[in-house]
């Protein structure tokens, strides 16, 4: 699963920076490339819960390879795309389907153990950091040559392919992994469990109806058992973890929002330079995802108390930076804010899917997935309003952000600290 996840990255970041590029080679304007732009956002947003609570559904080998296959289409469609028709059309696909890292997180959270899971998700997320890097670096290469954006785009449909044919050769149980993972280490652990079970029974409805009844029935027995989960996640008192991770999330987007304008103007930096900068902090990153495991040991496997030390060292450091008076302070905040938000992301994971239950881990992921994305939709416009005060009025805001975060996880410690207490509201 590693190896699929790096190569999911490596391909994507080869062709994403590229995008924008080709889109205005093909005669579109500013605003057209903004509204295609943010109608993949959008797309992200809504489909991104449905197709975890998919995945939880029909079981993970299936909706990981639909997503797999449907994502290299997009990009293969990419690759024909001569007109910024064809190139919206390309988009749709990747928009609705490109669910992959999160399913293999959920298949993940499914396979290891509760007290591993910090650990193994660290080093996931590691490595597709590691095909972030090199993914722009061979882009850029590969641009370079004849028609390089078609042949980049193809190079990337064919990089998920040969991940179809990995994910189709891992050893499979026969049995469903989907709600299989952890029911035999936290049977009854919490009430949103005990909902995922009730929905286990209407998952062997769905399977018989996919060998006896028509695709149309086992279809809407699938729809229905997705929207019956959904409104449990929006009924439950989960809202609390995954508003930490939306004010977390706009906060570290808010820091990188103009980060190399920043510089310019403050210290007269190129934007080369911040370039530089950001690569260091993300090779930085790969490295704290690899020291999850000794940092779990150090905290005892208390992800609450990782997660709020984490959250705070991010608000210092973002506010270290805002109040910078010379580029080594900026170098600095930027060195450990690698490690703080690294640390961070996965601990939010873990603590969503020790808090939720496991048995709808695709679920949950999805959710948090459409929660980050709408961060990424009100960033700019926080950022935007912010820079017209002062270049430093976006971390400026994104430290008054985090401050909440941190004041919220502390309201909630009793939550955070005890195991599977979260209540239905229609229970």
């Not at 997320?125 to 954006?149: C, H, K, M, R």
């Not at 709808?360 to 994305?373: D, E, H, I, R």
């Not at 912010?386 to 430093?392: H, L, N, T, V």
């Amino acid at each position: 699963l590693f190896l699929p996840s790096f190569q999911d990255l490596f391909g994507v970041s080869m062709v994403v920076p590229l995008m924008n590029l080709h889109i205005k080679s093909l005669g579109a304007s500013h605003t057209v490339a903004g509204i295609i732009g943010s109608l993949y956002g959008i797309m992200q947003l809504f489909s991104s819960t449905f197709v975890g609570c998919w995945s939880d559904i029909v079981g993970r080998r299936y909706s990981l390879l639909t997503c797999i296959l449907l994502s290299a289409l997009g990009y293969f469609l990419l690759g024909t795309s001569t007109t910024v028709f064809l190139f919206a059309i390309s988009r749709v696909p990747v928009g609705i389907f490109k669910h992959t890292l999160s399913i293999s997180k959920a298949l993940l959270s499914d396979l290891v153990s509760e007290r591993d899971r910090p650990l193994v998700m660290g080093r996931f997320n590691a490595a597709s950091s590691v095909g972030f890097i090199l993914g722009p670096v061979v882009g850029g290469y590969l641009t370079e040559l004849e028609d390089g954006f078609y042949q980049t785009s193809f190079f990337c449909a064919s990089i998920f392919l040969l991940n179809a044919g990995l994910v189709w050769m891992l050893p499979w149980s026969e049995e469903n992994t989907g709600n299989r993972g952890h029911q035999q280490g936290n049977k009854g652990t919490d009430s949103f469990s005990a909902k995922a079970n009730h929905d286990i029974l209407l998952k062997s409805a769905t399977n018989g109806a996919m060998a006896s009844d028509s695709l149309f029935q086992s279809s809407w027995i699938q729809v229905a058992t997705v929207l019956k989960r959904i409104k449990g996640i929006a009924c439950s008192d989960l809202w609390d973890i995954f508003l930490v991770r939306l004010l977390m999330s706009v906060a570290i987007l808010l820091y990188y929002s103009n980060f190399s304008l920043a510089l310019e103007e403050r210290f007269g930096v190129k934007p080369l330079f911040a370039g530089y900068l950001m690569s260091y902090s993300s090779a930085l990153g790969v490295l704290a995802g690899c020291l999850l495991g000794p940092i779990t040991r150090l905290y005892q496997h208390n992800t609450y108390r990782i997660l709020l030390h984490s959250s705070t060292l991010t608000c210092a450091l973002i506010l270290l930076y805002a109040s910078a008076l010379s580029i080594w302070m900026v170098i600095l905040s930027s060195t450990f804010l690698a490690f703080s938000t690294t640390i961070g992301r996965t601990c939010i994971i873990d603590l969503e899917l020790t808090v939720g239950g496991n048995e709808a881990s695709g679920t949950l992921l999805g959710v948090g997935q459409s929660v980050t994305s709408v961060g990424r939709i009100l960033a700019p416009l926080l950022s935007g309003i912010a820079q017209e005060f002062s270049p430093c009025g976006p971390p400026s805001l994104a430290v008054g952000l985090a401050v909440v975060a941190i004041l919220i996880m502390n309201a909630n410690k009793q939550k955070y600290c005890s195991r599977g207490n979260v209540k239905l509201k229609n229970q």
